[in-house]
């Protein structure tokens, strides 16, 4: 690929963002034991036979509606205290996010650079095999003409062989860095997960 990288989210960032989510949720839901517990109850009673249900003016029923309220005291500094420590480690979730996210960046800015080079240096070595196979082909015409021996035209077979390794070697390099880059922002590697 010989497109720019563009900074994005890899799985890593993503389990600590939906961490401090869970975080959030513990914390606001230790934040509401400081509230008392509110219980709303509805009780119906009746007392009547079962020859008295056409007679509506004879039943003896009842409606209930109760509200209460319930608050414990005695362990408001445990729930203090567990607040506190939840608010700590979620900041402390919310700063290793942040330092994880700057890493992400100049990993991805180093990478890049690493892919420029790499790619400068493939093109390079692809113009020396481009010039190798001029060679080599020269080579091959001045040998059939007679005019070199074999042990230049097999220099100039090593020269061409020497620059195709040399240029596979940097295309499987810029391979192996976008593999690279792929597995750091959690693409497939090798199209695979």
């Known amino acids: 690929r010989e497109e720019t990288l563009a900074y994005k989210d890899n799985n890593t960032l993503y389990q600590k963002r939906n961490s401090i989510k869970s975080s959030k949720l513990s914390s606001f839901q230790q934040l509401m034991d400081f509230l008392p517990t509110l219980s709303l109850g509805y009780h119906y009673y009746t007392n009547s036979t079962k020859e008295q249900l056409d007679d509506f003016d004879n039943y003896d029923d009842s409606y209930t509606i109760s509200l209460t309220a319930s608050y414990s005291i005695f362990d408001i500094f445990e729930k203090r205290e567990s607040y506190m420590r939840s608010r700590r480690d979620l900041r402390i979730q919310e700063l290793d996010l942040s330092i994880s996210e700057k890493e992400l960046r100049e990993i991805l800015t180093n990478l890049e650079s690493d892919m420029r080079t790499l790619r400068r240096s493939r093109d390079l070595y692809s113009e ?29 077979k090593l020269d061409h062989q020497n620059a195709q390794l040399s240029y596979n070697n940097r295309y499987y390099e810029l391979i192996r860095k976008q593999e690279e880059i792929n597995q750091t922002l959690s693409l497939p590697v090798l199209g695979k997960w």
């Open 128 to 156: 020396k095999l481009e010039l190798a196979a001029s060679n080599l082909e020269m080579a091959q015409e001045q040998f059939r003409l007679g005019m070199i021996s074999i042990l230049d035209l097999d220099k100039a």
